[in-house]
């Protein structure tokens, strides 16, 4: 009894922020912009579909942001470089690729809120593999315009561009590996599962991938987006994704999520790459743990752990091909890596260590928490914010890590994998 009138207590709190969303015009990012993107038809060309989302973009991001002035995201992200930064994109194979010579396809899906430009560091390094590779990244509906573009998306449609994206590789490409990045890993997962006969895909490499969401509360989200449309609202400082979470969204999320019902499939018989921080505050990396132990193929896998103090990589279960590797460093004020960085180089132009955009939303209520957050690059750490105590890691303020200090090693060891040769 006590457990279903908590619940209900959270469901009355949530249902009662009503009151706040309703009051007040919305910014033009909270309504949609007219120009969000969907999935194209599946005949449309690859590069048709390029071009048409980069038009549709372009118009969402100067008729909506502009209106703010000529670089909304702050004088180093004019239009342009905030376009090429949400644009999907394909990288295709060099000049040195022979006539016949068999070429590989890699198809990157992105995580919720997010944009192509969170796998591109990724993207990069798989192309470089070999002259024959073929890069393509996909933008799933609802996003890379203006948060109020998703706030009637349905996870349908992130499979119908997923299932467009494989089949755009169909002809010009020998095998296919689908590379996801949180949601994104989801829907990988799931297309290969309901794909097993399909010998063009060669494997899966899944970063941060959401097999279930830590937070119960969670579960409310498909009923309560009937009722509040945002989680919160952020002014939207990210040139390269959107900061403010529409409920709607993360309903479908956790109705993917939920669906995909990992624990009743078969055991898969790709190859299977994972990483994962042990402290990841976004998914459950326990059930991503399961996931990779009783359903990735046996002497086909390898788990990548990132450990930090106290996560749980000593609760592993030892079912082999899993490697654990310590990502603190004090001399850089690192005390882990977080969901939300896993795939960023530390020497990223726009989320790396040293660069502009700082993750401190955790912050945002407290006006004076966050601009120090911004501010101080002495006693600021970098980590997940899950290590949080009272908002503080050691007494300390913590930015959300949005890099990877082992960024170029975990590429090393994918590429491994891949190859075939190191495990």
Known sequence: ??????????????????????????????????????????????????????AQLAN??????????????????????????????????AP?????????????????????????????????????SVVRSVLLPGHGTVPGDSLKVHRDEWRQITRYGVDSFRGRVNELYLVGYSAGATLAVEYADQNRDDSFLAGLVLMSPAMALPDPNVRFAPYVRWFMDWLGTERERDAAKY??????????????????????????????????????????????????????????????????ANDASEQLTNCGGISVESIVDTEHRIVSVSHVGITIPGNDPHYGRDAGYRQCLHYSAVAERFEQCLADDIETVYGERSLLLDGLYDGRLMRRATFNPAFASMMQRVDCFLADTCY
């Open 243 to 308: 900061e403010t979470l529409a409920i709607n969204a993360g309903a479908e999320f956790y109705l993917l999520v939920r669906e995909l019902g990992w624990r009743q499939m078969q055991a898969l018989e790709l190859p299977v790459f994972m990483v994962v921080s042990g402290v990841d505050a976004t998914v459950d990396v326990s059930a991503a743990a399961d996931f990779f132990c009783e359903k990735a193929p046996r002497n086909r896998r390898h788990l990548l752990w990132y450990s930090s």
């Open 60 to 93: 969402a991001l100067s008729v909506v942001y502009e209106r703010a002035g000529p670089s909304p995201f702050g004088d180093d992200y004019p239009l342009e470089r905030t376009l090429q930064m949400r644009a999907p994109y394909e990288i295709r194979e």
């Open 1 to 54: 009894m006590r457990k279903l009138t908590a619940q209900l207590y959270s469901l009355i709190f949530l249902l009662g922020l009503l009151v706040l969303s309703a009051c007040g015009d919305k910014p033009a990012h909270l309504q949609t912009s007219g120009f969000a993107v969907r999935a194209p038809d599946s005949d449309i060309s690859f590069d048709d579909y390029l071009d048409s989302t980069r």
């Open 96 to 132: 040195l690729c022979e006539a016949g010579e068999p070429r590989t396809g890699y198809l990157l899906i992105h995580g919720l809120t997010d944009s192509p430009y969170l796998l591109s560091a990724v993207a990069r390094s798989l192309a470089g593999r070999s002259p024959c």
